[in-house]
């Protein structure tokens, strides 16, 4: 069955902190994986993209980590932001019938204190 | 650029009462248009998807259908909604013809309250 599974569920940081969020997938046959970013209320905006092949890719502040041998992905925020308070979701595609089919995770909801 | 609305914001409902949920996309043509599902605590659940006009696909049975008269036009629908229908709805699209990697752009979503 193909499951994201994402940790911890809620974080709370100060402003200024670093945090890392983890995700674990069984998807198969893995496609990509990509991390959005979900303010309250509002639709998720694509924050990184990763192929089988890359293993870190960078979108200013954010740094996404993948090991396709294990299964896992990180989502590593520097130097926290108060904007940065979302949920953080980890999305897998898999191939399927001809079109990538997307598994979301339940997300990681992150507060940042001041 | 293009741009994907929702409306409306908002909607309470009562049970068995229709429901009828519009998605445009603008600023671009024949794109991939999908319906979901975001329960409290859930992570996003697809409902529908469409490669075309006329052209829907439903990934699990349910209470809702779909249509795309048009294009760039997707609706979602039910004729008598149940309590379990709660939830926020996320239209998103994404470029035709591009499975690789195919970025999905949400809309703002609907938030509907059955009662």
């Known amino acids: 069955k193909n499951q994201v599974e994402q940790s911890p569920q809620s974080l709370i940081i100060l402003e200024g902190k670093n945090c890392t969020l983890q995700?674990?997938?069984?998807?198969?046959?893995?496609?990509?994986l990509r991390w959005y970013k979900q303010d309250t209320g509002r639709g998720p905006v694509s924050l990184t993209i990763?192929?089988?092949?890359?293993n870190t890719k960078s979108n200013g502040r954010y740094t996404a980590t993948l090991d396709a041998d294990t299964k896992q992905s990180s989502l590593h925020i520097t130097a926290s932001q108060l904007s940065d308070s979302a949920s953080y979701i980890c999305v897998v595609s898999a191939q399927s019938g001809g079109y990538n089919k997307l598994i979301f995770g339940a997300g990681t909801r992150l507060a940042v204190h001041p | 650029s293009q741009t994907i609305h929702q409306w409306p914001a908002t909607l309470v409902q009562p049970v068995g009462s229709p429901l009828s949920l519009e998605c445009t996309v603008e600023g671009t043509s024949n794109p991939n248009l999908y319906w979901y599902r975001q329960a409290a605590g859930r992570g996003l659940q697809l409902l529908f998807y469409?490669?075309?006009?006329?052209?829907i696909s439903s990934e699990v049975p349910q209470n809702l259908s779909a249509s795309r008269p048009q294009d760039r036009q997707f609706i979602l629908s039910s004729k008598k909604l149940l309590l379990s229908d709660s939830g926020f709805y996320l239209c998103?699209?994404?470029?035709?013809?591009?499975?690789?990697?195919?970025?999905?752009?949400f809309g703002p979503g609907t938030r509907l309250t059955v009662l």
């Open positions: 998103a699209w994404s470029v035709s013809q591009s499975w690789w990697p195919d970025t999905q752009y």
């Open positions: 995700c674990n997938y069984t998807v198969s046959p893995f496609s990509n």
């Open positions: 469409s490669v075309g006009i006329g052209q």
């Open positions: 990763m192929t089988f092949s890359e």
